[in-house]
């Protein structure tokens, strides 16, 4: 049985998923809602987990995503990836352990994709892309072919990265950009093209 690890917007997300592919879920690991219950299932603290237990990581921020993946991996945990029936996978691509596919995500051909990866509903990855560890592409983006998601990148709703292009170590396109250049490392950008979010003012 399945341990997800948050129980919030992502984590119920892939219950969600978990329900409609068959695989049981036997609670979620969250230290904010420890001794409760989250959708009828018990929630414990991650430390808690056993080792030899499947778990998967439902949250979207990928510093916490390699927080905790650290702390479960080092209790024994073993990550698992969960994807959506609905969600197409072309036979050559590839998932590396603990990557969420949700319902409408569309990976083409020769994608691969790396740990704790998570592709939210109605993406679309196309062909030999590549998205390291912990990448996030979420609702209704498209991710064009050969494209380079360098790890702890998302890409935010709706937004477009064409063919070729390399988003950056931990950077952020916000929802709806059109990515034309590649963006360095730890930027965030917007709009179309997609532009470097101006840092924000010092308040006096
Ligand atoms: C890009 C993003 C990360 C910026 O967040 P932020 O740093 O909190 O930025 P703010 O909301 O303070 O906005 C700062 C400025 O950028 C603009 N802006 C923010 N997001 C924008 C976007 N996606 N496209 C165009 N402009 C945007 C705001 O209008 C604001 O401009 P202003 O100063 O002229 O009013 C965020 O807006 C975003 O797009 N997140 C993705 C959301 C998403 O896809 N969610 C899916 C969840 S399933």
């Not at 409609?20 to 879920?25: E, F, K, Q, S, T």
Request: contains cysteine; glycine residues 14%; neutral net charge.
């Amino acid at each position: 049985m399945l341990w997800i690890a948050g129980a919030g917007g992502v984590g119920r997300e892939a219950l969600d998923v978990a329900l409609a592919a068959g695989v049981g879920v036997a609670g979620f690991l969250d230290d904010r809602l420890a001794g409760g219950e989250v959708r009828g299932l018990p929630v414990a603290r991650p430390a808690a987990l056993a080792p030899g237990t499947p778990y998967l990581i439902g949250i979207a921020d990928p510093a916490v995503r390699a927080r905790l993946a650290a702390l479960l991996d080092a209790a024994g945990g073993v990550a698992t990836t969960l994807v959506h029936p609905r969600a197409i996978v072309a036979p050559e691509t590839e998932l590396a352990p603990g990557c969420l596919v949700m319902g409408g995500a569309h990976l083409s051909s020769s994608v691969r994709i790396g740990p704790h990866g998570q592709v939210h509903y109605n993406a679309t990855v196309g062909h030999d892309s590549r998205l390291d560890a912990r990448v996030s592409v979420y609702p209704g983006a498209n991710v064009s072919g050969s494209v380079h998601l360098a790890e702890d990148a998302t890409v935010g709703s709706g937004a477009v990265v064409l063919q070729g292009r390399t988003v950056g170590r931990a950077a952020f396109v916000g929802a709806g950009a059109v990515v034309t250049r590649d963006v360095p490392p730890a930027t965030t950008v917007v709009g179309a093209p997609a532009r470097p979010l101006p840092p924000t003012p010092p308040t006096p």
